[in-house]
């Protein structure tokens, strides 16, 4: 998973802070709080 984190990071840098202007804990803390919120939408999805 270490290589899909990468990606990740690199994909939400240059979409959300194109100008390295949030610094690494922050986005970290985003890519968390995205990751939980699509988790909880699928669980809803699988639901119906």
């Not at 939400?12 to 100008?19: L, Q």
């Not at 690494?24 to 639901?47: D, F, I, K, M, T």
Request: hydrophobic residues 40%; aromatic residues 8%.
């Amino acid at each position: 998973m270490g290589g899909a984190a990468k990606l990740t990071r690199h994909w939400c840098r240059y979409n959300f802070f194109p100008s390295n202007t949030v610094p690494e804990p922050s986005s970290l803390a985003l890519l968390g709080l995205a990751l939980a919120g699509g988790s909880l939408v699928r669980r809803r999805a699988q639901r119906t």
